[in-house]
């Protein structure tokens, strides 16, 4: 394949006349779809919109390259258009860009056009192939020029290849470089591209490593790596540096590859010398407390996600597969093939928790935080205490428990390392293998074993204020144990009201449909993964692209009575994300009790219904509360750019 497969002759313009950034955007988009690479125009322009909100896509010269990854993309392709009076593009060097090109790449597609769309980023560098691009005639003429260049840089199999970056015989490249932009596609290889040829022009032998959509490409290798003076990191994205262990390390932005790369190459052997301690990361410059907090948490919660989809739909399907006629208390393992779902999803669901203390943890303290976090994180699961080290149901901590184990077990570590810093240099070799594990592990586990009792008295008195509530208002009653279900989603309230739930099961009469306590409860614990789903459905500018994917299997989590799917997302944005929750499951409790719902069994959520006294009011019940939190979220959620 070739950059001529990708660019059609229907998909260029020249000499045309938009009169701005919009308007060039328009005709870009519209020649994509002329083009017969698009499935869906307006969802397409969205993301290309999106991605201009990051930064702009121009590069400076005259030349602008808006892309985008995009569910809306059939297949990979190119748009040009040509703009002889230039349009304001918000170019770094100010100028108006009179050449664009605009790359489609599919969201899921694959990643073999991206080799392709590289090389034509790397052939924009050149000034003269641009010029040319400029007064071609027509679309063919336009098509010859750029299959001209690309056959002479990236000649076919058994043809001279195009020469490497100048070394010297015995330290092979002075500078090397690692180049990489948030998606990957374009500013990536351009800036790879302006090195090496800037290189070249010095006589300063570069080599530059591009780590875009398809992964590192021109890798460094160790022996490289050791004979070079300097490394320039030029990347909008989180560079692994340990590899550059002792050797001077500049940093700077992508762009500054491209539009700075002399004095980059200058000035990198001046730069300091960077030393990987095996801790914590070196933050950015001027990065806020608050910045780095919640890049901290969202590292942990990016690692425990696929723990939550993957272990929720398996005990879904325990629900799917099983009768709850069998034995209701044990719905979900009456069967053979139930049970072995619902272990399965169980053994990903209880290292969830650790997972996520974990790695928090480790984006604090590097990989000494990795163990100690989850060490911590599981204590907070089991209850660990002083009198009951093997755990007690009374002093569970859960979630909240699991978040602050993180974050200890992280500075803990920074503060061990701090005083070992001072510990003879003959002791250095001791401290990552038995210093920091062995120390680390007793002070997580002190600590977690204080707070686990004071968890399990506040679990304790919340119980017994359900109990005197349980005469009263049987609105009210219903509106407050569904809210705490959704408030710290397996912690002490959440905990609480379950159990308050299930021991009224006891007294209940099942033959009449069972306890309306429990079905509170249960609605409760639906609400959360349901509201949320429904918010990345309808608002899905309030959320990441990541939130966004995971998104719709809470539709299932929360059928399901799997309010575990709601966790990622509250941990992200705690605040905003429990508050409406927690209203819409206290109001989908209330109108539960309400209706006069009640169910026979602790779980199950949808695999219950057929069995429970007035389903419809529950359903309504559960659309009503569901509605109430999405509409919350949206509104308490700002828009993602």
Not at 252 to 264: A, M, T
Not at 316 to 334: E, H, M, P, R, V
Request: charged share 15%; proline share 6%; glycine share 12%.
């Amino acid at each position: 394949m070739r950059i001529t497969d990708l660019l059609r002759a229907e998909a260029i313009q020249l000499r045309s006349a938009a009169a701005d950034q919009e308007q060039a955007i328009d005709l870009l988009v519209g020649l994509q779809e002329q083009a017969g690479n698009l499935t869906d125009r307006a969802g397409y322009k969205k993301d290309i919109l999106a991605r201009e909100a990051q930064g702009s896509t121009a590069i400076g010269n005259g030349i602008a390259v808006p892309h985008a990854k995009s569910g809306a993309v059939r297949r990979p392709g190119l748009a040009a258009i040509t703009v002889p009076g230039g349009v304001d593009y918000n170019a770094p060097d100010g100028q108006p860009a009179k050449l664009l090109f605009m790359i489609a790449a599919p969201k899921d597609g694959g990643d073999a056009h991206l080799e392709i769309l590289s090389r034509m980023m790397v052939m924009l560098m050149d000034e003269g192939f641009c010029k040319s691009l400029l007064e071609a005639q027509n679309a063919q003429d336009f098509l010859a020029c750029i299959d001209r260049q690309e056959r002479e840089k990236y000649p076919e199999e058994g043809q001279p290849a195009a020469p490497e970056p100048q070394r010297t015989q015995a330290n092979g490249y002075r500078i090397l470089a690692v180049t990489a932009c948030p998606t990957g596609i374009a500013h990536t290889y351009m800036a790879a591209e302006a090195l090496e040829q800037k290189g070249r022009e010095l006589g300063i032998p570069v080599k530059a490593e591009t780590q875009g959509s398809g992964g590192a490409k021109n890798v460094l290798t160790r022996s490289e790596i050791a004979g070079a003076q300097a490394i320039i990191i030029a990347a909008d994205k989180e560079v692994d540096l340990a590899r550059f262990d002792g050797k001077p390390v500049l940093r700077v932005p992508v762009s500054d590859g491209i539009h700075r790369p002399e004095e980059l190459i200058r000035s990198a052997p001046a730069a300091p010398v960077y030393h990987h301690t095996g801790q914590a990361p070196e933050r950015e410059e001027g990065e806020s407390i608050g910045r780095r907090i919640y890049k901290q948490l969202m590292n942990g919660v990016s690692h425990m996600l696929p723990f939550v989809i993957g272990g929720g739909i398996l005990i879904a399907l325990a629900f799917l597969l099983d009768d709850a006629s069998i034995d209701y208390a044990n719905f979900g393992t009456n069967t053979p093939v139930a049970a072995w779902f619902r272990n399965i999803g169980n053994a990903a669901f209880n290292v969830m928790l650790p997972i996520l203390a974990g790695y928090i943890a480790m984006a604090i303290a590097d990989r000494p935080g990795l163990m100690v976090g989850f060490v911590g994180g599981a204590l907070a699961v089991s209850g660990a205490t002083f009198a009951a080290p093997a755990g007690d149901s009374g002093s569970v901590s859960g979630f909240l428990g699991a978040l602050i184990a993180g974050f200890v077990a992280g500075y803990l570590m920074l503060g061990l390392r701090a005083l070992c810093d001072k510990l003879p240099r003959a002791l250095e070799g001791i401290k990552p293998v038995l210093i920091y594990p062995v120390v680390g592990l007793l002070l997580i586990g002190v600590f977690m074993c204080v707070i686990n009792p004071f968890v399990g008295l506040l679990n304790s008195a919340l119980y017994s204020g359900l109990s005197t509530m349980g005469s009263g208002s049987k609105v009210l009653l219903g509106f407050v144990v569904a809210a705490m279900m959704a408030i710290d989603m397996g912690g002490p309230f959440n905990k609480a009201a379950y159990l308050f739930g299930t021991s009224t099961l006891a007294t209940a009469d099942i033959a009449a449909g069972g306890s309306d306590v429990m079905a509170a409860v249960m609605i409760g614990g639906m609400v959360p993964p349901i509201a949320i789903a429904l918010a990345t459905t309808f608002f899905r500018n309030r959320f990441t692209q990541e939130e966004r994917k995971s998104g719709p299997v809470n539709y299932v989590m929360g059928l399901c009575f799997i309010t575990e799917g709601a966790i990622p997302f509250a941990a992200a944005d705690p605040w905003r994300v429990i508050l409406s929750c927690a209203l819409g499951s206290g109001v989908a409790g209330a109108l539960s009790m309400l209706f006069g719902c009640a169910s026979p069994a602790p779980h199950g959520g949808l695999f219950v219904f057929p069995v429970m006294h007035n389903v419809l009011g529950y359903l309504a019940a559960l659309v009503i509360g569901s509605a109430v939190g999405m509409a919350l979220l949206a509104a308490l959620k700002k828009r993602k750019s």
